[in-house]
């Protein structure tokens, strides 16, 4: 699916989930930003483009950095950082829905979570798992149980398409209702 897509899946669940209107910010930006965290293994996807135009051909040289501070301000632990960077490196040398669509990245994704900042962990996963199951849903599915290369899927939605656009604006319009529902 596309980015836009999986951001509104994300949050729209969030949003839906989340009681405190304090946390809610962080939270959703917390879930958009997991919500394509997937997708970074392709320098196509919204998060790769985004920050591959503020770093160019320093992407990744800039993820390790950022990870450093991460560690170095004590939002990761040792551990986090480790895996952290494990992560990175299976995501960047590996085809497109390949580690970071599968349980392996995600259970890596999740116990970098846990041994790290507690706060982030719900809108993260929520974020994370929206991503895998729309992904599920496309005529490409995932690998569920990468580096075994079979995709799992129910194709129902080819990316990109009418059906893609039109998901997304109606997760779009159900976070707006949310919000209002929350706020008004």
């Keep these: 699916m596309l980015g836009r897509t999986h951001t509104a899946i994300a949050l729209a669940a969030t ?3 989340i009681k405190d209107p304090v946390q809610l910010p962080l939270s959703l930006t917390i879930a958009a930003a997991s919500s394509l ?3 970074i293994d392709t320098p196509d996807s919204m998060l790769r483009h985004q920050l591959n135009k503020y770093t160019g051909i320093l992407t990744f040289p800039a993820l390790i950095t950022a990870g450093y ?5 004590k939002y990761f632990s040792l551990p986090g950082l480790i895996l952290y960077l494990i992560y990175l490196v299976l995501a960047f040398i590996g085809p497109h829905r390949g580690f970071t669509h599968s349980l392996a ?3 890596i994704f999740i116990i970098i979570l846990f041994v790290s900042d507690k706060a982030i962990i719900l809108p993260a996963i929520i974020g994370y798992c929206t991503h895998l199951a729309a992904d599920l849903l496309t005529s490409s599915g995932i690998p569920l149980l990468y ?3 079979k ?3 129910i194709p129902l939605v080819r990316t990109g398409s ?3 656009i039109l998901i997304g ?3 779009g319009l159900m976070f707006m209702a949310i919000l209002f529902q929350k706020f008004i």
């Design 69 to 73: 501070f991460l560690f170095k301000y």
């Design 37 to 39: 965290l997937p997708d």
């Design 147 to 149: 580096p075994y290369n």
């Design 105 to 107: 990245g995600f259970s």
């Design 15 to 17: 949003a839906a989930v």
């Design 169 to 171: 604006l109606a997760f």
């Design 162 to 164: 009418l059906l893609d």
């Design 151 to 153: 995709s799992f899927k």
